[in-house]
T-cell receptor, first 112, second 112 residues
Framework: EDKVVQSPLSLVVHEGDTVTLNCSYE??????LLWYKQEKKAPTFLFML????IEKKSGRLSSILDKKELFSILNITATQTGDSAVYLC????????????FGTGTRLTIIP | GAGVSQSPSNKVTEKGKDVELRCDPI?????LYWYRQSLGQGLEFLIY????????KSGLPSDRFSAERTGGSVSTLTIQRTQQEDSAVYLC??????????FGPGTRLLVL
């Protein structure tokens, strides 16, 4: 059974801190890994990673994938209160099989 | 449209009643997905439509659940004879083939 594990389950930091969120996976087939931010109901797409070692960056957020060790990290620098959310990691299997397997998420709380 | 839209945003129903949830994907997206998220849980795959291919229904939890996608665009998820354990947020997503999945705002279903 495909499995995606995120850690930590929750994290509380002060505004301005840097955080690293982890996602490891054990899946039969792997094509890409996706990160989402979920504040209320709708997960908002952040990154899709398909190749090892290539960092994707968007403002204060960045992510990288290690396909040998089967994990990805999401970094957020200079955190702001608006970064408070649940961050979800998901893995997509083969091309043509688009059923995402999600982790249960990391709940990030930024204290002003 | 600019994003995935879903209706209704909230639905309260009595146990045993049927409900229909609607999803309007991003224009041009060929793939459409339904997920559900129970309180404190990760996203659970329900069903996936890709173009004119037969849908992947492997995530539907019982035969009370069904979905259709008319004209390759709008989709309706139907839950018959609702049970209290069906209470969850039902999320729809769409994508281009094998692209990033963009989620709608979800429908929060409460079965009393």
């Amino acid at each position: 059974e495909d499995k995606v594990v995120q850690s930590p389950l929750s994290l509380v930091v002060h505004e301005g801190d840097t955080v690293t969120l982890n996602c490891s996976y054990e899946v039969t087939n792997f094509r890409s890994l996706l990160w989402y931010k979920q504040e209320k109901k709708a997960p908002t797409f952040l990154f899709m990673l398909t190749s090892s070692g290539i960092e994707k960056k968007s403002g204060r957020l960045s992510s990288i994938l290690d396909k040998k060790e089967l994990f990805s990290i999401l970094n957020i620098t200079a955190t702001q209160t608006g970064d408070s959310a649940v961050y979800l990691c998901a893995v997509a299997p083969n091309f043509g099989n688009e059923k995402l397997t999600f982790g249960t998420g990391t709940r990030l709380t930024i204290i002003p | 449209g600019a994003g995935v839209s879903q209706s209704p945003s909230n639905k309260v129903t009595e146990k045993g009643k049927d409900v229909e949830l609607r999803c309007d994907p991003i224009s041009g997206h060929t793939a459409l997905y339904w997920y559900r998220q129970s309180l404190g849980q990760g996203l659970e795959f329900l069903i996936y439509f890709q173009g004119n291919s037969a849908p992947d229904k492997s995530g539907l939890p019982s035969d009370r659940f069904s979905a259709e996608r008319t004209g390759g665009s709008v989709s309706t998820l139907t839950i018959q004879r609702t049970q209290q354990e069906d209470s969850a947020v039902y999320l729809c997503a769409s994508s281009l083939l094998s692209g990033a999945k963009y989620f709608g705002p979800g429908t929060r279903l409460l079965v009393l």
